[in-house]
């Protein structure tokens, strides 16, 4: 029985460090958080039923994990070249200036709605959180095979 779960924990551990030294899977889990949070904003927004403080904490958290997933993408995990799926274009790494620009436009849109949502005027709210989804979608366009 000892046995077991000693192997049973030794597999899980293994695999939990392949997940961590896996960039493509490292950057998928964090856009996946990208997404839960600007989904919850998002439903916020269009009812016009903003929970401030709920918000708030919502756009602290995106602009804590805008700063993660740029460092998941060394050369030669692009489509085609990485031993798992991504939708990474090559852009990425033939533009690297173009491709730090982009990140650092959504970094700061981020860190924005961030001071804005912690202010809790809505109004500037709705337009922050709209400048955000600009500058993804700006970003998915030129990096990102949809």
């Not at 756009?59 to 998941?72: N, S, V």
């Not at 809505?122 to 366009?141: E, L, R, Y």
């Amino acid at each position: 029985m000892k046995k077991a779960l000693m192997l049973s924990l030794c597999a899980v551990l293994a695999s939990s460090a392949f997940a961590a030294t896996d960039p493509v899977s490292a950057r998928q889990d964090i856009f996946k958080q990208f997404k839960k949070d600007a989904a919850a904003m998002g439903k916020m927004v269009k009812s016009d039923a903003i929970n401030k403080e709920e918000f708030s904490k919502l756009a602290a958290h995106l602009d804590a994990i805008a700063q993660q997933p740029w460092q998941h993408f060394p050369a030669g995990t692009a489509s085609g070249q990485a031993a798992r799926k991504t939708d990474a274009k090559a852009e990425i790494w033939s533009k690297p200036a173009e491709w730090t620009k982009a990140a650092d436009a959504f970094k700061a849109e981020t860190a924005k709605l961030k001071q804005i949502a912690a202010a809790g005027d809505t109004a500037s709210i709705k337009n922050q959180f709209g400048a955000v989804q600009k500058s993804c979608k700006s970003c998915h366009d030129a990096f990102r095979k949809d």
